[in-house]
């Protein structure tokens, strides 16, 4: 017996944010997940304190990074 399927399209909604809300939410995201600001998490990161871990937390944190335009100049202006 055939069964006929009926395709529905479907809609996304898409939320474009501003560099600002992007790093704003970056800094939540680090400081509910790890309990230190985001500038203390970019630093471990440049000194490679997360290489070796493979925790879900630090993994999808390092996927956020590129959306918030912070740079390695960035982690040392906010250690100053």
């Given at each position: 017996?055939?069964?006929?399927?009926?395709?529905?399209?479907?809609?996304?909604?898409?939320?474009?944010?501003?560099?600002?809300?992007?790093?704003?939410?970056?800094?939540?995201?680090?400081?509910?997940?790890?309990?230190?600001?985001?500038?203390?998490?970019?630093?471990?990161?440049?000194?490679?304190?997360?290489?070796?871990?493979?925790?879900?937390?630090?993994?999808s944190?390092?996927?956020?990074?590129?959306?918030?335009?912070?740079?390695?100049?960035?982690?040392?202006?906010?250690?100053?």
């Open positions: 017996m055939k069964t006929a399927t009926k395709k529905t399209k479907e809609s996304y909604e898409v939320n474009v944010l501003t560099t600002d809300q992007a790093r704003h939410l970056f800094d939540q995201t680090v400081k509910e997940n790890l309990g230190i600001d985001s500038s203390e998490f970019i630093k471990n990161y440049q000194k490679g304190d997360y290489e070796d871990r493979d925790d879900c937390d630090i993994m944190l390092l996927m956020l990074l590129p959306f918030t335009g912070y740079s390695a100049k960035y982690a040392t202006k906010q250690s100053r």
